[in-house]
């Protein structure tokens, strides 16, 4: 007899291996061009030649619940409007629509909500809260946000990252194009109708600008093993927390890690210089003391220059900003990839839900994958 399939979960991108997180990436840019065209304006019949196809239905009929204990904008839409895509239905439970944390512990509230929905996308307080709805949840659960990580996040910015290759890939002084076939971070073409492959990625020297939070977190456990090396300056008091640094470490990532408390040194050689909020939502109360810990770290043209970033350093940040962490020459200018990179949640969160809930389908080479999708 078959052994039943254990239930897919996404708690952080350190859960994942490299080849996993590369399909997740190929899949991510495949449904982005196998939906973008059902969406634009149907202002013609298209040719037999060139017919539409739909995107995976591996949602149809199937609903999704969108537990989230924290406001969102770009998390929200890129949920809702990918499980539509997807042929599912959204059900979003606010912290005031249920019970949890009120009348009922997050055990009960997690088999109750998997036993009437197919997967659960749970935008979180502490990290506690997510692992112990995994743990009793009869269905997928995934990670929309905690204290600790947010990996549709930084799925999203590494998608960017590749999808803006031809920024970073130069070609050398006798003009040919490097040979990137051995990289660690290589995807295979997927070479059906129109659809292209996902450009490939030199490894790139990364900057990270303030606060170690969850967006942080997920790229410690990432980047390294794409090849990448992370530069990251934080004030000493806001190190990442202990039980983050050990899968760092466990993964052997601290490696490809460089860290200090001089934002200046960081940026230097950087390809990219990524920041994030330094309040947090929960953190007001502190806002007073870290606006004045953080004085020092607004990226800025000025910053970069006097650090030593790459000439054509590119800017990344998840949103939402506030002026003291980027200024608007560089958050407006043609630096910044903060849109593209917002855009992009809506296709990886789409890919995360077609293989974790609509196909329990995480393996790293598309075993289970249908080639009509």
């Known amino acids: 007899m078959a052994t039943k399939a254990a239930i897919p979960r996404l708690m952080t991108l350190a859960d994942l291996s490299v080849p996993q997180i590369n399909r997740l990436l190929a899949h991510s840019h495949y449904c982005k061009q196998r939906t973008k065209p059902w969406l634009e304006p149907q202002t013609h019949k298209p040719s037999k030649k060139n017919e539409l196809r739909m995107p995976s239905q591996s949602l149809f009929n199937k609903t999704v619940a969108l537990l989230f204990s ?8 890129a949920s809702e409007t990918s499980i539509s895509l997807l042929g599912g239905n959204a059900l979003f439970l606010g912290r ?5 944390g009120v009348n009922e512990t ?15 996308f749970a935008r979180v307080g502490d990290h506690e809260e997510i692992e112990e709805l ?9 990670n929309a946000l905690s204290s600790l990580w947010h990996p549709t996040q930084v799925l999203a910015d590494i998608l960017t990252l590749h999808e803006h290759a031809h920024l970073f890939n130069k070609p050398d002084t006798k003009g040919d194009t490097p040979d990137y076939k051995n990289m660690q971070t290589s995807i295979k073409s997927r070479k059906r109708d129109k659809i292209t492959s996902l450009p490939e990625l030199r490894p790139l020297t990364v900057a990270y600008v303030g606060d170690s939070a969850n967006v942080l977190h997920d790229m410690l456990v990432s980047y390294p093993r794409m090849g ?7 004030p000493a008091k806001y190190r990442a927390p202990p039980e983050v640094w050990k899968r760092v470490e466990e993964l052997g990532c601290d490696k490809g890690i460089w860290w200090g408390e001089d934002p200046k040194e960081a940026v230097k050689g950087a390809d990219v210089v990524v920041t994030d909020t330094w309040i ?12 004045k810990d953080f004085q020092g770290y607004q990226v800025t043209e000025a910053l970069c220059r006097e650090g030593g970033a790459n000439p054509d350093w590119k800017f990344m940040h998840c949103l939402p900003r506030k002026q003291d962490e980027v200024d608007d020459e560089v958050f407006y200018g043609p630096r910044s990839l903060v849109f593209p990179e917002a855009d992009n949640r809506r296709w990886t969160t789409m890919a995360v839900f077609d293989l974790f809930i609509g196909r329990w389908d995480v393996s790293a080479d598309g075993s289970k994958e249908s080639s009509t999708d």
Request: hydrophobic share 35%.
């Open 70 to 77: 924290k406001r969102s904008t770009r998390t929200r839409l």
């Open 96 to 100: 005031d629509d249920i019970q949890l």
């Open 106 to 120: 997050p055990r009960d509230t997690a088999r109750v909500i998997g036993g009437m929905t197919e997967g659960i």
């Open 134 to 142: 995994a743990k009793y949840a009869p269905v997928p659960v995934i």
């Open 228 to 234: 990448h090396s992370l530069r990251v300056a934080s």
């Open 280 to 291: 947090s939502m929960g953190q007001e109360a502190e806002k007073a003391q870290r606006l």
